[in-house]
């Protein structure tokens, strides 16, 4: 058996690296009762600590912390392996850890008094709990990154041994301790705090619409839309997925989720099993850069760099557009290329028809929507939007039957009534009175036929969020001890000035270096890792150079998804290729080459910031925006070798070469780019006009 083919039969085993409860074997009797009420408590926790924050950040941090410890220990095993019970020692790790999360918040004081002088005790239950984040993200997500953060604690310890392009003064045991479990450096750091607060309101709020029936809907609408049109099952995949991406943040759970549908589909309709699954994968790593939901990554990014999320989301519009639709034209080409047809009207779906039917579950993505572009935090966002969504569910389910419209009507305006005396008379904050509304829907729906159902399709959305929060949140504090050790010994700072070295003025060199250090990292690294590695040692050599700050980090961020699309390990390849039943280097290649706007754009942001909305005018805007369009429609007909019609290889090499002049920015590469891309459509359109005439 060929190594291919080995890692395709292991392929239904994948596991999501953000969210990788998806591959969880369910544990079975008491211990399968005591995780679900654990993973509640969890979401209950994260809940009253957004809307009420009766805790301080250190204690929100720590607790977070202990959750996920709980749960991993529970729900992942020493060795990979679906067992349905954890071992008496599993339960040993779990709690340990989330007793141990509780000395932060009662000790709060006296470490806040003793700061950077810790005693013995704080320096054991500090070795115990980094000890645990190890091993609970090592049983998530493999050795890779587990390892590479060990190793930088005896580089933190011994740096004055180390040879002089290493060296440094190094430092004791109780100062790593203090950095790393002390303070807000370590595990406890910004990617720590971002996953204890935005990332995991998120995750429920997407949990709860897909409950709710999101998944339907947005399948509905593309069905509806574009099922019928020649290509039309892989252009489902790609709205479909797409739309997904506007709730749900990560890739590879898109790809486990409508891929489950759009595959097959695209399969039954005569597209091959290997582009099948690329669409999917392709369509559904997007979802990570599609705004107003993107993935986790984004919301580090906002907090690390200091600037609002709404113009992280704003900047990543065009290119998650210009992503989309390059996936959709490579599709369409394929179609028209193998001459596939759509599905027939009458199996279509009415998507006005949907909409009708279920617009209440569009309200809460438009409300954030409006909410983070008009300033207010993710937190608060992400709290309404949460709110809302749980309101609207127990609300349809509390008077969706009632047969008088006045009395449907009646219902909103009382319950707007209430929210308003919760806000205005009793005082309550805007994000808490939203909470206490939905605790009061909750206590009226227990005498509404139905409403029991209702209330555990919500605890199970509770659930599920915690446990998709486990492979972010586990990333994020295992991510900070190799955070904290770089700020303590400098690490950073002296890559960054290697880069330099090497690059000198060249941007393109330190460009192409930045990308083939996060597609190298991304073969064993999650995206979170992944960016937050890569931006500590490229970003600020990119800033240096002149790119803005947030094309800087985008470019980091792009490339770190496209590593899970990228051969050889093409992790969202691997997802697909369990559902298309097809090698998943096949996928792969394909995948790259259906998303081929990923690889792109990042190149043309940097010298043209304004496709990012950062600097230059509307007209700069557009004209790049063209010379994109133009560069992604003819790379894409030279990929599949089909634009009007069939291409030869010289015509698939004169539309390259076109496409790379318009994305180069040089002097007149521009107009030798527009001349041969016109030049090229007149000649192509002429020959594939002269062989029809001829057939």
């Known amino acids: 058996m060929t190594a291919n083919n080995a890692v395709d039969n292991n392929a239904s085993a ?11 074997t369910q544990l079975v009797g008491w211990q399968g009762q005591t995780v679900f009420y654990i993973a509640v408590a969890f979401t209950f926790f994260q809940i009253i600590t957004a809307a009420f924050s009766p805790l301080s950040s250190q ?3 720590s607790m977070h912390v202990g959750f996920l410890l709980l749960l991993t220990f529970a729900l992942f095993r020493f060795r990979k392996g679906h067992v349905e019970r954890a071992p008496w020692y599993d339960w040993l790790f779990g709690l340990t850890g989330f007793v141990l999360a509780f000395y932060h918040w009662i000790f709060e004081a006296d470490l806040i008094q003793r700061a950077g002088d810790p005693t013995m005790v704080d320096l054991v239950v500090g070795v115990i709990v980094v000890a645990l984040v190890v091993e609970g993200a090592r049983r998530i997500m493999g050795w890779e990154l587990p390892l590479i953060c060990v190793v930088f604690i005896p580089y933190a310890l011994w740096g004055r041994y180390l040879p002089d392009f ?13 950095t790393l479990y002390l303070g807000t450096e370590g595990i406890y750091g910004t990617p720590t705090f971002v996953s204890a607060t935005f990332i995991f309101l998120f995750i429920l709020f997407g949990a709860l619409l ?21 290509g039309g099952p892989a252009k489902v995949a790609v709205i479909s997925s797409g739309l997904m991406g506007t709730i749900n943040g990560s890739g590879v759970a898109n790809v486990l989720t409508t891929g489950q549908f759009t595959i097959p589909l695209m399969m039954r309709f005569g597209y091959r099993p290997q582009f099948a699954g690329a669409v999917e994968a392709t369509a559904s790593m997007g979802g990570q850069i599609m705004p107003p939901v993107m993935g986790a990554v984004a919301f580090i990014m906002a907090e690390t760099i200091g600037v609002p999320y709404s113009q992280i989301a704003l900047a990543a519009v065009i290119p998650a557009l210009l992503y989309f639709g390059s996936a959709f034209w490579m599709v369409h080409l394929e179609a028209g290329r193998r001459n596939l047809v759509g599905l027939p009207k009458s199996e279509c779906p009415n998507a006005w028809a949907a909409i009708k039917r279920q617009w209440y579950l569009l309200l809460p993505l438009v409300v954030l929507v409006y909410l983070l572009f008009s300033g207010f935090t993710p937190l608060f966002s992400g709290t309404i939007g949460m709110a809302l969504t749980a309101v609207l569910i127990l609300g349809q389910k509390a008077v969706g039957a009632a047969r008088v419209l006045l009395l449907r009507v009646l219902f909103w305006v009382v319950l707007g009534i209430l929210a308003a005396v919760l806000y205005k008379v009793i005082g309550l904050r805007i994000e808490s009175a939203a909470i206490v509304l939905v605790g009061l829907l909750v206590v009226g729906t227990w005498f509404v036929k139905g409403g029991i159902e209702t209330q555990k399709l919500l605890l199970q959305s509770f659930a599920d969020a915690a446990k998709g929060a486990l492979g972010v949140g586990m990333a994020c504090a295992l991510v900070g001890i190799l955070i904290g050790i770089m700020q303590m010994t400098g690490l950073a700072n002296d890559i960054a000035r290697a880069i330099l070295a090497v ?13 083939v250090v996060c597609l190298v990292l991304g073969t064993g690294l999650p995206t979170i890792p992944n960016y937050i590695i890569t931006s500590a040692m490229a970003a600020p050599v990119l800033l240096e150079m002149g790119v803005p700050l947030i094309v800087s980090h985008m470019f980091v961020f792009y490339f770190g998804i496209m590593a899970d699309l990228t051969p050889p390990v093409a992790l969202a390849a691997l997802a697909a290729s369990s559902i298309a039943k097809e090698s998943h280097m096949k996928i792969a290649i394909t995948a790259t080459k259906i998303g081929i706007a990923g690889y792109v754009v990042p190149f043309m942001a940097v010298y043209t910031p304004a496709l990012m909305l950062q600097g230059g005018t509307w007209f700069d805007t557009g004209y790049v925006l063209i010379k994109a369009v133009i560069s992604v429609g003819l790379w894409g007909g030279a990929a599949s070798a089909w634009l009007l019609g069939p291409m030869t290889w010289p015509e698939r090499i ?8 318009l994305v180069v920015a040089l002097p007149i590469t521009d107009e030798i780019g527009f001349a041969l891309a016109a030049a090229f459509l007149v000649f192509h359109w002429w020959k594939t006009k002269r062989g029809r005439a001829v057939a």
């Open 210 to 230: 897909e409950r709710a029936g999101m998944i339907q809907l947005f399948n509905d609408i593309a069905l509806g839309t574009v099922g019928h049109q020649k």
């Open 14 to 24: 994948v596991v999501d690296r953000e969210n990788p409860s998806h591959s969880l």
């Open 166 to 178: 290493m060296v440094h003064r190094g430092f004791d045991l109780d100062q790593v301790i203090d």
């Open 503 to 515: 690059a000198g003025d060249n941007l393109l060199l330190a460009l192409v270096m930045t990308m």
């Open 59 to 61: 204690v929100l941090r």
């Open 654 to 661: 004169w539309a390259t070469v076109a496409a790379f002049m």
